[in-house]
């Protein structure tokens, strides 16, 4: 990998750290040749700090230190994706990011829906939400609906209708964010039981 550290006059490069899990971005810093050497012999992310004019590994003071997993460089050879377990929050506000938010997994829209069905949960009438009825009428309710949409898919499955397929696997899908829910778990709870298998 060759890095453009000459493109600007300080020899500085930005450096976009993301959590290599959750790929939420935690901060922005900047790389001279130095810091990013002693990154990859450290496995520790180092910066140059432009207030203090040297070398600063990230937790040296707090012990929040971001252990190196890769390395990107963009198109242009001077910027870098450097990926990263964080081990504690990344801001010295205390914050998880620089942009004070959480760092936590994300999963798009479906972490969307999964919001949409919380809120629907807590703050609807059954009369005025269809999972808010789910809700009320309870878990072996709930269940039953997965169990209905899970026969459904795989009598799909069999067929040749791809749009009915699709159709039958997004209503399976919904359901069973909503069963999740109500035994008080979300996606990321199937998620990490799915890495403890890997």
């Given at each position: 990998?060759?890095?453009?550290?000459d493109?600007?006059?300080d020899?500085l490069?930005?450096a976009?750290?993301?959590?290599v899990e959750?790929?939420?971005?935690?901060?922005?810093?900047?790389?001279?040749d130095?810091?990013?050497?002693?990154?990859?012999?450290?496995?520790l992310?180092?910066?140059?700090?432009?207030t203090?004019?040297?070398?600063?590994t990230?937790?040296?003071?707090s012990?929040n230190v971001?252990?190196?997993e890769?390395i990107?460089i963009?198109c242009?050879?001077?910027t870098l994706l450097?990926?990263?377990?964080?081990?504690?929050p990344t801001?010295h506000t205390?914050?998880?990011?620089?942009?004070n938010?959480e760092?936590?997994?994300?999963?798009?829209?479906i972490s969307k829906?999964e919001?949409t069905?919380?809120d629907?949960?807590?703050?609807?009438?059954?009369?005025e939400?269809?999972v808010a009825?789910?809700?009320e009428?309870?878990i072996?309710?709930i269940?039953q609906?997965?169990?209905?949409?899970?026969?459904?898919?795989v009598?799909?499955?069999?067929?040749n209708?791809d749009?009915?397929?699709?159709?039958?696997s997004a209503?399976?899908l919904?359901?069973?964010?909503?069963?999740?829910?109500?035994?008080?778990f979300?996606?990321?709870d199937?998620?990490k039981e799915?890495?403890?298998?890997h």
């Amino acid at each position: 990998m060759t890095i453009n550290f000459d493109k600007n006059k300080d020899g500085l490069v930005p450096a976009i750290i993301q959590d290599v899990e959750t790929k939420t971005v935690l901060m922005l810093g900047y790389m001279n040749d130095e810091a990013y050497k002693k990154t990859l012999k450290t496995g520790l992310v180092t910066f140059y700090s432009r207030t203090k004019q040297r070398l600063w590994t990230k937790g040296e003071e707090s012990g929040n230190v971001l252990q190196l997993e890769n390395i990107k460089i963009d198109c242009d050879n001077d910027t870098l994706l450097v990926q990263v377990k964080p081990s504690g929050p990344t801001c010295h506000t205390g914050s998880d990011t620089c942009w004070n938010e959480e760092n936590t997994s994300s999963f798009g829209f479906i972490s969307k829906l999964e919001a949409t069905i919380t809120d629907r949960k807590e703050n609807f009438k059954s009369n005025e939400s269809y999972v808010a009825s789910l809700f009320e009428k309870g878990i072996n309710k709930i269940a039953q609906k997965v169990g209905e949409e899970a026969v459904e898919v795989v009598i799909e499955a069999k067929d040749n209708n791809d749009a009915l397929f699709l159709s039958e696997s997004a209503d399976l899908l919904f359901h069973y964010l909503i069963l999740l829910q109500a035994k008080g778990f979300s996606l990321s709870d199937v998620v990490k039981e799915l890495k403890k298998r890997h």
